[in-house]
């Protein structure tokens, strides 16, 4: 019966067109209705948040809604989470990571969780003597 009325309740909602922050709370809280949700946020121009909420809650849309954000301007934050939470895009973001001023925190993250990309993120990683040093406390 609760399902039924969720269902109903739904149809409802998209007639009277949801906003990007409803579907971000239904991907978050409902359970049932989160991959309808979902596909709903991939339809309607999603910001690169929306398309981060979609990775984190809904398996079924993780890849789609990654190689979105990596079509759309992602920041380099967006790209770690990429790298983080879509194993099937984290060379094709790490390799975009590379080419918009990594960080050496964003380089030092590459390294970490690209190995194919390792050695040329290690050629781009500029140390300063306070960064070498706290490399090798956390290291010890």
Known sequence: MEKERLGKLWEELLKQQPTNDDLR???????SLGKAAGQKLL????TNNDL???IKYVDFLREAAGQKLLEQQPTNDDLRYIIEHVDSLGKA???KLLKQQPTNNDLRYIIEHVDSLGKAAGKLLKWSKKEIMEEIKRLG
């Open 25 to 31: 709370y239904i991907i978050e809280h409902v359970d």
């Open 43 to 46: 339809e309607q121009q999603p």
């Open 52 to 54: 981060r909420y979609i």
């Open 93 to 95: 973001a790490g390799q």
